[in-house]
C-alpha cells in the first residue's frame, strides 16, 4: 500500500494491472499468498467495473485470483475477493474454470481445504450451489469426485448437506469420464465412511440405484466395495 500511495491514480490503476510473463497480476500473487489485507488495498477504490475486470482475470493457466486462494486454502482472502459482489457475479466468478476445467472450488476440495470449501458455498443459494457442484473439470469430474477419492468425509458433507434430496440425487449420480460417479471414486479407494455419508442420503431404492450404477469399464461401486 506504501508504493501505491506513491502514485497517482492512472499510475496505481496501470500497475494493478500489469501481467507478468505467465499473465498474473498482483492480485493473483496477494491471493496465492494468503495476503488478505493486501487484496482489500489492491481492491478498494476502483470502480464496480475496474473490479470485475480485476477478479476475473485470467493468468496463461487459466486461473484467477480466486483459484489460488482457494488451492492454497486461504479462506479469509476467499471470503475478500468474493466480498462486495453480486450474488450473480459471485456464482460467475465460482463457476470460471482453468484451463484443466477446475473452478476454485475444485481446488479446495482436492487440497482438503474445507474451511474454504465453505467459503466459497457460504451465500449461494442451493440452486447456485448445485450449479456450482455439477461443474465438471476435462475428466468430467465435479468437486464431489476428489471429495469422494480422497476420503475426505467431512468435505462430502459440507457439500451435499444443504442441497434438497432432488438436488442431492442430482449431483450422487453425475458420472466423469469414465462413468464414474463419486460414490464410485469413494468405494474404489475403500473410504467406507466416505461411502457411507453419500449412501446415508439416499432411500433404500436409490441406494439400490446407484450401487449398481456402471462404469465404462463396466463396473459398479458395489463391485469395488467388495474387491
Sequence with gaps: ??????????????????????????????????????????????????????????????????????????????????????PEQQLKLLITQDSDGDTALHNAARERHTETLKTLLYNLTPEQQLKLLITQDSNGNTALHYAAHLGHTETVKTMVNNLTPEQQLKILFTQNSDGDTALHCAALRGHTEAVRTLLDILTPDQQLKILSVQNKMGNTAQQYGTS
Excluded at 502514485?7 to 499473465?23: C, E, H, P, R, V
Aim: glycine residues 6%; proline residues 1%; charged residues 20%.
Design 1 to 86: 500500500s506504501g508504493i501505491l500511495n506513491c502514485l497517482t491514480a492512472d499510475q496505481q490503476l496501470q500497475l494493478l494491472f500489469t501481467q507478468d510473463s505467465d499473465g498474473d497480476r498482483a492480485l493473483h500473487y496477494a491471493a496465492r499468498e494468503g495476503y488478505t489485507e493486501t487484496v482489500k488495498t489492491l481492491l478498494e477504490n476502483l470502480t464496480p467495473e475496474q473490479r470485475l475486470q480485476l477478479l476475473f482475470t485470467q493468468d496463461i493457466y487459466g486461473n484467477t485470483a480466486l483459484h489460488y486462494a482457494a488451492l492454497r486454502g486461504h479462506a479469509e482472502a476467499v471470503k475478500t475477493l468474493l466480498d462486495n459482489l453480486t
